[in-house]
């Protein structure tokens, strides 16, 4: 079952006339421990499948002594997607992990050869910027000449720091810049692919309410108090 935090989508590229599939995953985990499977949140179920697999996750367990451990070995949700995808011929191309920020991208083995320039970068934003339960990390790269960059976000808490959010969206705009002539910056890649948790609210209105207008589809009556 999928967390109501959690979030899946399937965007689309094409080179040459061919469409290339991209199954994402966004979760903020809470420090709770992997799950024993993830065939349904990885849609391996699907009749087609997927050609690239990108998962981020926020609040990634990491205590100091956990988080030490997973710098010598695999953390274990790093684990489980290793052993849940390299049956199906799905290798880890990169990952990056920033305490308890981790972004993993993995590609079915016949698209590696036309993987390359691979770029890690992250940026802190929590305590003054010197802390790093809140900011972003990235991974960038080309793909069949195509310029992407994936950015895996956990901005501040809480209903009434919609200013700070918006301030720490722009300091990782701003600081992660990469070693590439043609896509030095996050925006001057083809696409830019930015997700996480950003912790953006509707204000004013109460769970009932929001639940409702979801229910029965009346999202103009949310969209004013959106703070995005």
């Known amino acids: ?79 489980l997607f290793m052993s849940t995808l390299a049956p199906r011929r799905y290798l880890k191309v990169s990952s990056i992990r920033m305490q308890g920020l981790l972004l993993l991208f993995f590609s079915k083995l016949e698209h590696v050869p036309f993987i390359r320039d691979i770029q890690t970068t992250y940026t802190r934003t929590g305590i003054f910027g010197y802390w790093g339960n809140k900011g972003g990390v990235s991974i960038r790269l080309s793909f069949y000449g195509h310029m992407l960059c994936f950015l895996n976000c956990h901005l501040a808490a809480y209903l009434k720091y919609a200013t700070e959010r918006v301030d720490e969206f722009k300091h990782i705009l701003d600081m992660q810049t990469f070693d590439c002539k043609k896509a030095p910056r996050i925006l001057d890649h083809r696409l830019v692919f930015w997700f996480g948790d950003l912790n ?29």
Not at 202 to 228: E, P
């Open 200 to 228: 953006f609210r509707i204000q004013d209105h109460d769970m009932h309410f929001v639940h409702s207008c979801i229910n029965n589809q009346t999202y103009d009556l949310l969209w004013s108090k959106d703070q995005v």
């Open 1 to 79: 079952m999928m967390e109501e935090n959690e979030q899946q989508s399937q965007p689309s590229l094409t080179n040459d006339g061919k469409t290339f599939s991209l199954h994402m995953v966004t979760w903020n985990v809470a420090t709770a421990e992997p799950p024993d499977d993830v065939t349904s949140l990885l849609h391996l179920n699907s009749p087609k499948s997927q050609d690239l697999y990108v998962i981020g996750l926020q609040e990634v367990y990491s205590r100091p002594l956990r988080f030490m451990s997973d710098m010598l070995v695999d953390d274990p949700w790093t684990h």
